[in-house]
T-cell receptor
Framework: AQSVTQPDIHITVSEGASLELRCNYSYGATPYLFWYVQSPGQGLQLLLKYFSGDTLVQGIKGFEAEFKRSQSSFNLRKPSVHWSDAAEYFCAVGAGGNKLVFGAGTILRVKS | SQTIHQWPATLVQPVGSPLSLECTVEGTSNPNLYWYRQAAGRGLQLLFYSVGIGQISSEVPQNLSASRPQDRQFILSSKKLLLSDSGFYLC?????????????FGSGTRLTVV
């Protein structure tokens, strides 16, 4: 069965600094990979997804993620963080069935 | 375009009272539907999912139940709420084979059992 690990529970970055959120997955074949963002008290919003092809995926709000098969990783990046990026971020993996498997989430704090 | 509606946004209920949360989807047919719960600091817990009318899969044994009386309607219920049922409840939908395409989430219901 597939699984997802987000090693960092909390991350704090300064506004304007770069960001990388880590995600490692476990799955035998090429997975479907997703990043979601959740602002406090809100539902989850899809940032980006990887199905196949180019391993660098562009998403909304200036985010990108890179699929690295050799490292079983799908890390989320942003070159310059804005205060409005403070939220919780979830990585998820799918294997073609009906259910996504979500990581435990990483809470991003942005300091001014 | 497809939209998902979830209500109410917030709910405060006494222990032992019944619960009914409703989720509806517009603009698509035969969606997969999901109920998740977020308890403080515990991530997303899949409670139920449905691939069609009357078809419910339960992921964890608990005090809750789900029903899908219509194609685009998904209801989460309880006969008697417990304190431990407090949390943030999220409904989501996907096309069939949802793990290949991702989910779209509703805006959630904050349930506080007192």
């Amino acid at each position: 069965a597939q699984s997802v690990t987000q090693p960092d529970i909390h991350i704090t970055v300064s506004e304007g600094a770069s960001l990388e959120l880590r995600c490692n997955y476990s799955y035998g074949a090429t997975p479907y990979l997703f990043w979601y963002v959740q602002s406090p008290g809100q539902g989850l919003q899809l940032l980006l997804k990887y199905f196949s092809g180019d391993t660098l995926v562009q998403g909304i709000k200036g985010f990108e993620a890179e699929f690295k098969r050799s490292q079983s990783s799908f890390n989320l990046r942003k070159p310059s963080v804005h205060w409005s990026d403070a939220a919780e971020y979830f990585c998820a993996v799918g294997a073609g069935g009906n259910k996504l498997v979500f990581g435990a989430g990483t809470i991003l704090r942005v300091k001014s | 375009s497809q939209t998902i509606h979830q209500w109410p946004a917030t709910l405060v209920q006494p222990v032992g009272s019944p619960l009914s949360l409703e989720c509806t989807v517009e603009g698509t047919s035969n969606p997969n539907l999901y109920w998740y719960r977020q308890a403080a600091g515990r991530g997303l817990q899949l409670l139920f999912y449905s691939v069609g009318i009357g078809q419910i899969s339960s992921e964890v044994p608990q005090n809750l139940s789900a029903s899908r009386p219509q194609d685009r309607q998904f209801i989460l219920s309880s006969k008697k709420l417990l304190l431990s049922d407090s949390g943030f409840y999220l409904c989501a939908w996907s096309v069939p084979g949802g793990s290949s395409y991702g989910y779209t989430f509703g805006s959630g219901t904050r349930l506080t059992v007192v």
